[in-house]
């Protein structure tokens, strides 16, 4: 009964729906950033719709000078918006935003989406308020459930098997690009990997090899998960034995891919 009454409680609040609005535009905006092939520019509309939303947010919560505009808004003395100096540092990244051309840097994009991550940061405790505190302590509670569950995982995954490594991932790399032949086993601490024009293991040829990676997770509610791939040549995920993303590609040349996402209920 208390899950069902909670989302209502933050809904009620004024502004809350901008807000989530503004975290769906910055969500969408990182997302592009992070992407390998994707242009900074493909991420600059998101941004410029995170500050409207977010304005848009705070004159719903009636903070001065909101429903002129982002501007207005941060001209204004409100101090949830942080200190003189900090709103004049987010006010430069709004009016930059808005004269912005398109030939823009990665560099340059990450420090607007920054900004807007700490404008974020700040008005979801002062929108939110007490509904989104007691969410929050509903969510520390459940992580903390989630790692005493895998806990056990881990150290199921290191003390059976004898693989050599830590972490719960078991890497197997295969002599070849098919994953057919014998592989070699290792265990590893994440599958964040750059080996350029070097092998994954010393018994593995450079470049002319391929790689499979799993691991375990016990989740003890239902809940919806998005995943997404970046990799060279081509990959695939598999939850459960079923195919979530399918990105596989072995007949071009080696490039950087950034794979569209898959969404679950796990």
């Not at 304005?55 to 001209?75: C, N, R, V």
């Not at 100096?85 to 930059?96: E, Y």
Request: charge should be negative.
């Amino acid at each position: 009964m208390a899950a069902t009454k909670e989302p209502r409680g933050l809904s009620a609040r004024p502004g809350w729906s901008d807000l989530c609005r503004a975290a769906d535009e910055l969500h969408a905006a990182e997302i592009l950033l992070q992407d390998p092939v994707a242009a900074p520019r493909t991420a600059l509309p998101h941004l410029r719709a995170f500050w409207q939303a977010a304005a848009q947010a705070g004159a719903a919560a009636g903070q001065a000078g909101a429903d002129a505009g982002p501007e207005s808004w941060l001209e204004g003395a409100n101090a949830a918006l942080g200190s003189a100096g900090q709103r004049k540092d987010l006010l430069a990244h709004v009016r930059a935003l808005e004269t912005l051309d398109e030939e823009l840097s990665p560099v340059q994009m990450r420090r607007h989406a920054r900004a807007a991550r700490t404008l974020l940061a700040k008005l979801e405790p002062e929108i939110g308020g007490q509904p989104l505190r007691r969410r929050r302590r509903r969510r520390l509670l459940g992580t903390l459930g989630v790692v005493l569950t895998l806990a056990p995982v881990a150290a199921y995954l290191l003390v059976e098997g004898e693989i050599p490594g830590t972490g719960p991932w078991r890497a197997a790399y295969f002599p070849d690009r098919h994953l057919e032949s014998t592989p070699v086993y290792v265990r590893e601490d994440s599958l964040q990997h750059n080996w350029e024009d070097r092998p994954p293991h010393e018994q593995i040829p450079p470049d002319k090899f391929s790689a499979r990676w799993d691991s375990c997770m016990v989740v003890a509610e239902t809940t919806p998960a998005i995943f997404q791939l970046n990799a060279n040549d081509g990959a695939r995920l598999f939850i459960d034995g079923e195919e979530v993303i399918d990105a596989w590609d072995r007949n071009t040349a080696t490039r950087r891919k950034g794979f569209g996402s898959g969404e679950i209920e796990l």
